[in-house]
Structures are given as structure tokens and as C-alpha cells.
């Protein structure tokens, strides 16, 4: 977003720079990361001409290696507003780089978008990232995927979705906070321990939160097709979505 709110600054700081620490907190993530990856490349094999990759949220780069392995023909451009998570990327995937397969963008997400061209871009692809926008922003957001899309184009986010039964989401959520604190005291990490549970209270304050089936309604109204939530796993969920022929 155009303006760093205080929890989005978080991720240019201490859990921007040890962020790979959630594979260890919370290795869901990662498979996610995997799922959004392996929907890519049936989307591949189904679509031969498809190769253009627009990565929303690349973070330190568990999705993009994803995405990359997904199929050889894919071009991936990242984007991420937060330099000390991408570095990380630019790091640890400049082989791809090189190869002309992954390019890297440093901006604003939103702006990113609305300077891409209409039905541009085969595959929106992101995970974990939709989830911390202000649902304002990520309605925004959501349309100018459809916009750049092309026809019969791939979105699809692996992300916090929650669960419309609050009592039941609210369980889940206490079990994830127990985890945190079972791995980070353990490794005696209180201070990413802190930083971690005070960005759990703004992915789940209401101006955040991102309900299962208010993110469904959202993307129909702005005209995708064949939307499908699957594999589940406790307050994560794979959506993908079609824009219109």
C-alpha cells in the first residue's frame, strides 16, 4: 500500500529479515506456497501458450521458487514493497534471474497493477499477502487482477482465509498462538515471539480479516469465473479463480 501502516512496517524490520523463520512456526505456509506452485503448472499443461507470471507479495521468494519450478517456460515478475524481504529473493533466486525467468519490481502493489496492461498476464499468482490488506485496498486490489488478466486467465492465492463460523476460526487461532509460543520460547526468540503476535492481532482485526465467504462473493462480483476453495488446513486455503472469456 502507498502508505506503510505500522504492522506492514514490521516486515522491514525483524520478521522481514528472519521471515524464513515461518517454515518453523508455521510450515503450512510453506506447503501453501507449494500448492500455489503446483495449481501453475496444471494450468501450464492445460494452457501451452501460457507463460507469464505476475507474483503479488514475492516476500523472501518461497512462492516464486515455487512458481518457477512449476514449469520451465514460466517469466515471473515479483513484486514487493518491502526491500528487505525481497533482498532476500534476490539473493537466493539470482540464478533465475540471470536466466531472464524471474524479474524483480519494488514497488506498491496496487500501483503495480494499474500501470499493467489490460489482459496482459497470464497467471495472478500470490501467498500470504492478500490477507494484510485493509479490505478497501484489496478490493482495489482484486479488480485490477481481473483487469490484467487475459481471458479465461489464472488467479490463484494461497493465503489466511477465515472460517465464516467465528467460535470455530477463534479455536484455530488459539492453537496457532500456542504453536508460536512453543517454537519461539523453545529457541528462546521472544523477540520474534512478540513481533509475530502483534502482527496475528492485525491479520485478525476486522478492517483485515479475510472471511471465506465474503473473499468468494468479492471476486465473483468482479466477474471471475469457477472460483474453488480447497485444501483447507485449519485457517489456510487455496482459492483459484478464472476471468471471464
Same mark, same amino acid.
Given at each position: 500500500?502507498?502508505? /506503510?501502516?505500522?504492522?506492514?512496517?514490521?516486515?522491514?524490520?525483524?520478521?522481514?529479515?528472519?521471515?524464513?523463520?515461518? =517454515?518453523?512456526?508455521?510450515?503450512? !505456509?510453506?506447503?501453501?506456497?507449494?500448492?500455489?506452485?503446483? =495449481?501453475?503448472?496444471?494450468?501450464?499443461?492445460?494452457?501451452? !501458450?501460457?507463460?507469464?507470471?505476475?507474483?503479488?507479495?514475492?516476500?523472501?521468494?518461497?512462492?516464486?521458487? %515455487?512458481?518457477?519450478? %512449476?514449469?520451465? =517456460?514460466?517469466?515471473? #515478475?515479483?513484486?514487493?514493497?518491502?526491500? #528487505?524481504? /525481497?533482498?532476500? %529473493?534476490?539473493?537466493?533466486?539470482?540464478?533465475?534471474?540471470?536466466?531472464?525467468?524471474?524479474?524483480?519490481?519494488?514497488?506498491?502493489?496496487?500501483?503495480?497493477?494499474?500501470? #499493467?496492461?489490460?489482459?496482459?498476464?497470464?497467471?495472478?499468482?500470490?501467498?500470504? #499477502?492478500?490477507? +494484510?490488506?485493509?479490505?478497501?485496498?484489496?478490493?482495489?486490489?482484486?479488480?485490477?487482477?481481473?483487469?490484467?488478466?487475459?481471458?479465461?486467465?489464472?488467479?490463484? +492465492?494461497?493465503?489466511?482465509?477465515?472460517?465464516?463460523?467465528?467460535?470455530?476460526?477463534?479455536?484455530?487461532?488459539?492453537?496457532?498462538?500456542?504453536?508460536?509460543?512453543?517454537?519461539?520460547?523453545?529457541?528462546?526468540?521472544?523477540?520474534?515471539?512478540?513481533?509475530?503476535?502483534?502482527?496475528?492481532?492485525?491479520?485478525?482485526?476486522?478492517?483485515?480479516?479475510?472471511?471465506?465467504?465474503?473473499?468468494?462473493?468479492?471476486? /465473483?462480483?468482479?466477474?471471475?469465473?469457477?472460483?474453488?476453495?480447497?485444501? =483447507?488446513?485449519?485457517? +489456510? %486455503?487455496?482459492?483459484?479463480?478464472?476471468?471471464?472469456?
Amino acid at each position: 500500500m502507498t502508505t /506503510q501502516h505500522p504492522f506492514e512496517a514490521m516486515f522491514s524490520g525483524i520478521i522481514g529479515q528472519e521471515y524464513d523463520m515461518l =517454515r518453523l512456526i508455521c510450515p503450512l !505456509a510453506a506447503e501453501m506456497s507449494q500448492l500455489v506452485g503446483q =495449481r501453475a503448472g496444471e494450468y501450464c499443461a492445460q494452457n501451452p !501458450a501460457a507463460s507469464s507470471v505476475l507474483e503479488l507479495g514475492g516476500g523472501t521468494g518461497i512462492t516464486t521458487l %515455487a512458481l518457477l519450478s %512449476a514449469n520451465e =517456460r514460466l517469466k515471473i #515478475t515479483s513484486v514487493d514493497n518491502a526491500e #528487505t524481504m /525481497q533482498s532476500q %529473493a534476490r539473493q537466493s533466486l539470482q540464478q533465475w534471474q540471470k536466466e531472464g525467468r524471474l524479474a524483480f519490481v519494488l514497488d506498491d502493489i496496487l500501483q503495480t497493477l494499474e500501470h #499493467t496492461e489490460d489482459n496482459s498476464v497470464d497467471i495472478v499468482a500470490s501467498a500470504y #499477502t492478500l490477507h +494484510n490488506f485493509e479490505h478497501g485496498y484489496r478490493e482495489q486490489v482484486i479488480a485490477q487482477v481481473h483487469r490484467v488478466l487475459k481471458p479465461d486467465g489464472l488467479f490463484v +492465492n494461497g493465503d489466511r482465509y477465515g472460517l465464516d463460523d467465528v467460535n470455530v476460526h477463534t479455536h484455530l487461532i488459539q492453537q496457532e498462538v500456542q504453536g508460536y509460543f512453543s517454537v519461539l520460547t523453545d529457541m528462546k526468540r521472544l523477540d520474534l515471539l512478540e513481533h509475530w503476535i502483534v502482527h496475528l492481532f492485525s491479520d485478525e482485526s476486522e478492517n483485515h480479516v479475510m472471511r471465506e465467504s465474503v473473499a468468494l462473493a468479492q471476486l /465473483q462480483t468482479h466477474g471471475f469465473k469457477s472460483i474453488q476453495l480447497d485444501h =483447507r488446513n485449519q485457517v +489456510n %486455503a487455496r482459492v483459484t479463480a478464472f476471468k471471464s472469456l
